[in-house]
């Protein structure tokens, strides 16, 4: 049966309730460029299997979507490798914060999981060793999937993080020194920043995301993204990992897997039904858009529809 469900009317709800709060977070100023945002923008778009749309406020808007982007490097990584790949990064959460070191040492150099910071480090190594041009090769597998022609590298971002990533250069030194680096830290670092500067709006993110929705076929584009069981854990990593040491909250508020970014954007997937992307720039102590995990929570909670 098709979805039914007013969504348009939910959001415009959740929104104004939303809007009222008080939004205590901040812009993410450790990367300078990202502090230039408007932190009033708010968009939200939710795109179904049989690909109704439905969206609000600021959701053709581009903006940085950061940590969200690890979720297509891992795609493309597992693709490539298979289940090679957790030879050198684990599975679980971390329950630390997403750039910290200190597990690191105790676990010889093999992160947690490919979405804290050193994960998507290692994953990035993987693909500078597959990929002949790691750049231009993941754009266009982001490109092709979704079918989206608009999408690039933001180099003021790019730029921004390479002159204040102190930490994303601990942690690849770190896990040089244990061999779980092949390329150089520079090198691997320049693919992570651009990486993390990929510019997509709530709707290109709701669109370029439903293969999670719809067992790793893109139902846009037709095409199969990856394979249904390795969209299956990618749900899975999504739902223990994807906002680190807030995973718990996200889960009990929200119920459904989704990965955040410092870009104050959040993607969400219901497996079976949708993918909706929402954003709003401030965030909250854990590096998580504050206005997005509430409007995620209301619109799940209205709607009476997440996986749990
Ligand atoms: O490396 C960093 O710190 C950022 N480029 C990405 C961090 C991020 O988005 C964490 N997610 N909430």
């Excluded at 693919?191 to 719809?214: G, N, P, T, V």
């Excluded at 508020?253 to 997937?269: C, D, R, W, Y």
Aim: proline share 3%; with cysteine.
């Amino acid at each position: 049966m098709k979805d039914v469900i007013d969504y348009q009317k939910i959001f415009s709800d959740v929104a104004s309730k939303v809007s009222k709060m008080d939004d205590l977070g901040n812009v993410a100023c450790y990367i300078p460029e990202l502090g230039t945002v408007n932190p009033n923008k708010l968009g939200i778009h939710l795109t179904t299997v049989d690909q109704l749309h439905f969206h609000f406020g600021d959701a053709t808007e581009k903006f940085s979507i950061q940590s969200i982007s690890k979720v297509f490097s891992l795609t493309l990584a597992l693709k490539l490798k298979g289940d090679k790949l957790w030879e050198r990064v684990g599975y679980e959460p971390s329950g630390c914060a997403f750039n910290s070191l200190v597990q690191l040492e105790h676990e010889n150099g093999i992160p947690r999981n490919p979405f804290i910071n050193a994960g998507a480090i290692v994953i990035c190594d993987v693909l500078v060793s597959s990929l002949d041009n790691p750049k231009d090769d993941l754009l266009d597998f982001i490109k092709c999937t979704s079918g989206i022609d608009d999408i690039s590298y933001n180099e003021k971002v790019v730029h921004s993080e390479k002159e204040t990533g102190y930490r994303n250069y601990a942690l690849a030194n770190f896990m040089k020194s244990f061999g779980n680096l092949n390329n150089e830290v520079d090198c691997v670092l320049d693919f992570y920043f651009h990486l993390c500067s990929i510019e997509m709006s709530c709707k290109d993110l709701a669109q370029a995301f439903l293969y999670l929705a719809d067992a790793g076929v893109n139902p846009i584009t037709n095409t199969t993204v990856i394979t249904a069981r390795r969209s299956k854990r990618i749900n899975s990593i999504m739902q223990m990992c994807g906002f680190y040491d807030e995973a718990g909250e996200f889960a009990f508020k929200t119920g459904l897997p989704g990965k955040s970014g410092v870009g104050g954007g959040i993607i969400a997937v219901h497996p079976g039904k949708y993918c909706i992307a929402v954003w709003s720039p401030k965030l909250n102590k854990n590096g998580n858009s504050y206005k997005g995990m509430a409007l995620l929570e209301g619109i799940t909670t209205r709607s009476n529809n997440s996986i749990f």
